[in-house]
DNA sequence: AGATATTGTTTAAACGTTTCAACATAATTG
DNA sequence: CAATTATGTTGAAACGTTTAAACAATATCT
């Protein structure tokens, strides 16, 4: 590799010191210095095709305008889109993004937020997993910038920007009961997540205040990590139960795409037989010959909060925000009109 | 913030010098170092909770374990999962991931390389976008260990790892030979982009080795920025077609998401009326009433032998590894046999 | 016993920047 | 015209590590 430039360099071109360069390049005491000074030695940089070494800026300025982010599962689509949007809002202000994937590991997850601290990076923007409260309240005692995205823990008092999960799936059954559904049904995973726990919470709280009574076979809960057959089992007997569950919530984007696929496969009608609502936004719902009703996040805003929040905490720290984001029901053909009426 | 652990907390802590307690956390001149020094030291800075500064470490040993990657478009699934892949790989070997996604825009993605490399990025996986031409060169030049992914420039020989898409395609149209298409056409990009002419290129030779003569109208070009209309002008040109276009060729998964959505929506039937075989695996592709048969890119090979041209490059500098990979045609519903005969 | 090898540790320079404090010169003031 | 202020520039320390080279003390050799 041919030998890097510094600013050594452009100094002996230019036969100044180091300091002047320095300065010059960093437009700092521009009203000091000599015009045409600072024009050659500019000149001689960008001849010489100088970069800045960010490493040994960053050591001595203790910046390295970088934030990590871990989601969960990048293969996801929800989360690549927010890795996406984070990027670009990051870039905004010049910062780059480091990004790793936990996979709803817990132990993956410390691993990627330790070689995130290592990194120096500036401050952290995180969708923790089960199991990670430690690292959670270990990140919070150290007085780390960080702020939780998506999920949050109930009983730590952290940053976090994150979807009212309760009003969303609430407002979703809402819906399902006003189209005249009245045997509703969920798939969802088996997690202490406080985001999933709500999403259950407000299913099961529309049921009760529409005096629907809840039978313990409507509520699938799947294991998180071995999803397919146990999301068809849950699909089978949905459509096997007596009297017939006639409508269903997806607890998940994922849920929804096994869900569907599944479906697809069956001999029943949507929403003639089986009214649908997932989460999340996927091509997939689009593409089903019944096009979904999903409950919309605000990805974007979510996003853009984040960084704001981070950012904010990265200059004065120790402010903690709290945001929680409406979602937005978007009603379409897998729960149009039931054949029962209302 | 609390105050970060030094090794020079350690080292007074344990009442040695620094340089000792530096060799026993990189676990260097381990046969001379006594063996209780080591363990007291090993438990202070445990104790401490010690984390070494990598921004100091790689200034002074110049070599960041980083590497950074720019795709095309993070929010494509193709893009996220050689994105996911890459980074898992990278993990293996302890190097973390930078990436960014250039939108299939030159200037971005130029920016995205400089930020990179001023960040001490030991290394470089890129998929370029058309009129990146200049910056590989540059990068060339330089001696900069990188490698192209997933594309390459022909003509600028560089490391790269990619599909054979000229034979990938060519099998593809020949399969739909096989089951009795005779009027085959293909939606693609307009692009000069070496990688899609030769999708292009595939397709058209396995016509004329199969005596079809090609129509002018059975090939639509897709300006990459204005999606969806363009791709649904298409569709309607093919299924209104006289003679009648009886299969085509999807040349991008996106290209495949937004004409299946709107073949969906539209009184043919596939396979019956027109047979389709699309680039890249997607649940969108699973989930269409007539699975789609598609052509299957082998990332997760293609991501790992990245990494280790990459990291062969990085140590042993100007080693160029070029690298082809064959497609697997995955045959499907949306391919099967047609009412034409054959 | 003196020379040599081994064991255990330290000194000091270096990586490429930033930035405080100081210097020299020129311009302006009372 | 001496004192002050403004202009333009530089020296040197610092950021937190690594690492070559040297040192001191002990053990092993002939």
Redesign the interface.
Known sequence: ??KKVLLKDIALKAGVSITLVSYVLNKQKVNRINKETAQKIRDIAANLNY??????K??KTNK?F?IGIVVAD??N?FS??L??II?DEA?KHNY??????SDENASKFVKLV???????VDGLILSPPSNSENQIEYLQ?????FVLLDRYFKDIKTSYVALDNYKASHEAVNHLIKTGRNRIGMITYKSDLFHLKERKRGYLSALKENRISFERGWLKEIDISNNRSEIENAINEIISSDPLINAVLFGSNNIA?IS??YI?SLPIKVPRDLAIISFDQ???L????APVTYIKQPLKEMGEIAIKILLKEIND?NAISQVNMNAELVIRESTGISIDGS
Do not use: C, H, W
Not at 51 to 56: F, H, I, L, P, S
Not at 114 to 120: A, G, L, S
Not at 141 to 145: A, E, I, M
């Open positions: 590799m041919s970069r800045t070494n960010q490493v040994a960053s050591l390295t970088t990048i293969s689509p690549a889109n890795a996406r990027e870039d780059t993004v480091i990004f790793g994937s330790d070689t995130f601290i290592n990194r120096q005692k150290l007085g780390f910038p795409t569907l696929k697809n996927t091509d997939m689009d593409l089903f010959y720290t």
